[in-house]
């Protein structure tokens, strides 16, 4: 794999900013004025009690929801109203807290759907299955087999995913979201679930990629010593306020963060 | 014993990523289709007619319904309708250019129907499953009151029908009376093997992968790029086109002429029926759902009376279909419970099966 260059972006700029963000379902308001910033090839956790809106935000940075006020700015362009497939095709990929996989697909072929924005050749080659079409096929699964040997997931490369455990299945949706090769990466609670060894993996997982690949990586996760462990910056949302914003260190000594989490006596 | 993977080696990924990996695999597979040639030649004349050239037919349709409904995951009920424009654009094109021959005009309808089959999948990216079945119940409808109301359509024939002219390849009549079952049935077989070669390459790739991804898990696949409506459409359109062709050889290499009533409800439930029992999501499937919804009451009405009279019995033809009916019937139900996802599954299971023996894994 390679990390995407692009020289206006260097290590430490802001990829994307989120301003002023709200976000409201009739009467319900899931993200109340929301401001923080991604900065390039840093790890930036999302936390936050259920309910918080965290997974809303995900939702409004990868298009799946439209902020009703606010604005979305990425590599420096403000967002017009996108949808998802616009979001992938610029660039951020994503996982979901409950695995969305294509179950009957083998792993192979789930994260070659992955490459689907890659492959260009025209519909004239895929019928024949020949020339353009297969050189591409092969090119991309040279792309796709470095990604299985990066996840150490050789050994079911063509067992269909639905048969997977738990752990492996969110391991391929990682890979199947690395084979976009995104600038972002948004993952949605990557470790629910697991047991301390899957978690050590994917931890590890996740630190590689940010550092051989210099992929930028937003996470929700609710697992207290990953957060302060992996991440550079942390954001924390309650009832849909942002609430802190900091360092590790200073989110866990925050005192709203504390009363947020453990709750405050009246 | 025979049927084994040790010793066949993938030293690249082309000839890893072959849809048929397995020598012997390929190896059936030819010899099915020199079998299938072979039996133009030897089969009688009843076997061609009624029993083989519409069940290529049927295999054909239920191949485009399989591309939209197994493979992307929408539901049709249009599939009648589809192959009814594919035989009336076959129609007009080969009454309005004689000179151009029909077979080139038989694939070329299939685009006609493509283009009408895209058009009715327009509502596929808003609604889902069966509330689009109904959407595309309105394309069966309109469809069928155009065939009946516009008599443009059919040259303004007074009887209203569909007639074969004589049309030849190579100076054997292929399409129209004096055409032999035998001609006909090479024809069909040709086109058959043609068009599944190409579906199977098609549904192998990237466009399979993104319709399956489509299936699977739509919001997901959005997000890795994969446009929904062009994707849907694109599957709209393929499996309307594999339609029209299945319905151009219908009238014109089965039938010799037909009636806009072949085009009926009935015919899209039909085939769907055979979809859903050969297996969604494969192509060998089609051809199993084909040949248990066809073949199989064919087989029936001859077996039954052969099996009753040694006892005495003798029944009218009437008991026979009833028995028929019935017979069919509870097997249809029956591999649906043993077996919900098709004939293609068991077949899936067997050959697995088949490549461990004599052990259980």
Known sequence: ???????????????????????????????????????????RAIIGPNGAGKTSML??????????????????????????????RGGIARTFQNVALFKSMSTLDNIMAGRSIKMRSNFFWQLFRHGPAMKEEVEHRRFVE????????????????GRL????????????????EPELLLLDEPM?????????????????????????????????????????????????RKIADGTPQEVKGDQRVIDAYLGVAH | ??????????????????????????????????????????????LLQAVLIPFLVFSLASIGLNILTGYTGLLSLGTGAFMGVGAYACYKLMTAFPGVNVIVWIFVSGFFSAAIGALFGLPSLRIKGFYLAVATLAAQFFLQWCFIRIPWLVNYNVSGA???????????????????????????????????????????????????????????????????LQTKLLAFAVSSYYCGVAGALLVFLWYGGAEYDVFNINQSFFILFMVIIGGLGSLIGSFFGAALIFILPIVLGIVLPAMMS?????????????????????????????????????????KQKLLVWPFPY
């Not at chain 2, 068009?195 to 997000?223: C, F, K, P, Q, Y």
């Not at chain 2, 006892?311 to 077996?339: C, K, N, P, Q, Y």
């Open chain 1, 146 to 161: 470095e990604i299985i040997d990066f996840l150490e997931i050789q050994h079911i490369r063509k067992t269909p995913v």
């Open chain 2, 1 to 46: 014993m025979l049927y084994r993977e040790a010793g066949q080696f993938k030293t690249n990924y082309v000839a890893d990523s072959a849809i048929f990996p397995l020598r012997q695999d390929r190896l059936g597979l030819g010899l099915i289709i020199v079998a299938a040639y072979a039996l133009a030649f030897m089969g009688s004349d009843f």
């Open chain 2, 310 to 350: 040694p006892f005495g019995i003798s029944v009218g033809a009437d008991v026979i279909e009833h028995l028929r009916f019935m017979i069919v019937g509870a097997l249809i139900i029956f591999f649906l419970i043993v077996e919900p996802h098709g004939l293609a599954r068991l077949w899936q299971i067997g």
């Open chain 1, 192 to 240: 629910a679930g697991m047991n301390l060894e899957e978690k050590e993996d994917m931890s590890r997982f996740i630190l590689e990629v940010n550092q051989q690949y210099g992929t930028t990586i937003a996470l929700i996760e609710h697992d207290m010593g990953v957060v302060m462990d992996l991440s550079d910056r942390v954001v924390v949302l309650e009832y849909g």
């Open chain 1, 1 to 43: 794999m390679r990390a995407p260059d692009n020289p206006v972006f260097a290590k430490g700029d802001v990829l994307l900013a989120v301003d002023n963000v709200s976000l409201g379902f009739g009467g319900v308001k899931a993200l109340t004025d929301v401001s923080f910033d991604i900065r390039k090839s840093e790890i």
């Open chain 1, 165 to 180: 455990p738990y752990g492996l299945q969110k391991r391929v949706e990682l890979g199947r979201a690395l084979s976009m």
């Open chain 1, 59 to 88: 939702n409004c940075i990868n298009g799946f929801y439209y902020p009703t006020e606010g604005r979305i700015t990425f590599k420096g362009v403000k967002r017009p109203k996108m949808r998802p497939y616009e979001a992938a």
């Open chain 2, 162 to 228: 569909l007639e074969a002219p004589l049309r030849t390849l190579f100076g054997i009549p292929i399409v129209g009376a004096t055409a032999t079952p035998q001609t006909r049935y090479l024809v069909v077989l040709t086109i058959v093997i043609v068009l599944t070669w190409l579906a199977s390459n098609l549904v192998h790739g990237r466009i399979g992968r993104m319709w399956i991804a489509i299936r699977d898990m739509d919001l997901a696949a959005e997000l890795m790029g994969i446009r929904p």
